[in-house]
């Protein structure tokens, strides 16, 4: 039942992709994740066409990948089309195989401007933008929506319909509502709607965070593929372990070796990749989610959040590790208010309210 699927003749195999979640997948973070095993397509953080099209350079940042990403995808929002197509030409110009347009980023100063899930309440101007950015490009061109902006307009089936008449060659939903947020439970019934009615292939997104999950939603709807973002982040083997289960193999575990070596890996990439204090920063918004559900792990967050240098972030990482693998208690840096944690980014919201 499960299987590759192709997006025209680029194979996601498995079929298995990790959610583009903005502050959180970039190029690092997607190497890290790539390099475990497990993922078919990769996406990038969404990019403002705004800031593309005005040479802004964090935007052009965002859409570097490495090779071994492949395939990768570029996903960018924005609500003027000409924009929107001179965006998509520069994803296509810099390598990228799949152009994804978001039509789900429920941040108030995307949608303001006509983008990301305000485009599920203007059908004439998603149909210009898909029109436009369709011709502009040959690589394929996909979308990811919501079910729809308000909780009583529904409509996640007919913008599949609108994308697909559009030239869409894959459409991801996540099963949630502009006026959701992040709230609730996905809706993945439509998920299986749409799958009845498009002929292009379907994935969904939202909630999966278990190997029995994933196979559960693919059961009950028939879809393609399945993204896969928050649950990445607390388990960064997860697309391993699906793809695992697929193959009637056994089901990786990751030792607290690996759990360690993970974000060692992790802190050296963000290092190789940008300044000391934006690594740090980094480091202290995500060393905590890989480390969920450990022992002491609260405490291990609160003492990365209170670490300042490169030395004292990889000293927390050796005792927190060394003091569990001994089955030893971790109390954490000594005098650490144990309450003030990194807040867990949860958004693109989020993401978006500082830049
Ligand atoms: C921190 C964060 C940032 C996100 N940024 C994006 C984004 O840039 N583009 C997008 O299409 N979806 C974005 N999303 C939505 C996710 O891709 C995904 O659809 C949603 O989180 C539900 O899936 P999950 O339960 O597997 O996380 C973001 C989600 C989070 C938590």
């Given at each position: 039942m499960t299987k590759p699927f192709q997006i025209r003749d680029i194979?996601?195999?498995?079929?298995l992709i990790l959610s583009p979640m903005a502050g959180v997948t970039d190029i690092s973070f997607r190497r890290l994740l790539k390099r475990r095993g497990g993922i078919g397509l990769t996406v990038s953080e969404f990019i403002s066409v705004e800031g593309l099209t005005r040479n802004n350079p964090k935007s052009k940042r965002q859409m570097r990948f490495f090779e071994?990403?492949?395939?990768y995808a570029v996903q960018i929002f924005g609500g003027q089309p000409a924009r929107m197509a001179m965006a998509a030409q520069m994803a296509e110009e810099i390598g990228a195989d799949i152009l994804d347009i978001n039509c789900?980023?429920?941040a108030p100063k995307v949608v303001k401007h006509g983008g990301g899930s305000g485009l599920l309440k203007d059908y004439p101007r998603l149909e210009t933008i898909l029109k436009e950015v369709r011709k502009a490009i040959k690589i394929p061109m996909t979308v990811k929506i919501r079910a729809g902006f308000y909780d009583h307009t529904i409509n996640a089936v007919e913008t599949a319909l609108l994308a697909e008449a559009c030239g869409a060659e894959h459409i991801a939903l996540h099963g949630r509502t502009k006026e959701q947020g992040?709230?609730?439970?996905?809706?993945w019934d439509l998920v299986r709607q749409i799958k009845e009615v498009v002929k292009v292939p379907v994935s969904g997104s939202g909630d999966v965070t278990t190997i029995e999950g994933a196979f559960a939603r693919w059961r009950e709807t028939n879809c393609d593929g399945i993204l896969i973002g928050r649950g990445a982040m607390a388990n960064p083997w997860i697309f391993r372990q699906i793809e695992d289960t697929i193959a009637g193999r056994e089901v990786f575990q990751p030792t607290l070796e690996d759990k360690q070596a993970v974000l060692l890996e992790y802190f050296e990439m963000l290092r190789e990749d940008m300044p000391e204090l934006p690594a740090i920063g980094r480091m202290k918004q995500l060393a905590g989610q890989f480390t969920r559900?450990?022992?002491g792990g609260a405490l291990f967050r609160t003492s990365i959040y209170h670490s300042h240098s490169v030395a004292e972030i990889l000293d927390r990482i050796a005792e927190y590790f060394s003091a569990i693998s001994e089955g030893r208690p971790y109390y954490g840096e000594?005098?650490?208010?144990?309450?003030?944690?990194?807040?867990?980014?949860?958004s693109c919201e989020a993401a978006t309210a500082t830049s």
């Open positions: 194979e996601i195999n498995p079929p071994e990403e492949r395939p789900g980023c429920p992040y709230k609730g439970l996905a809706n559900g450990l022992q000594a005098g650490a208010p144990v309450e003030e944690e990194a807040p867990v980014l949860d």
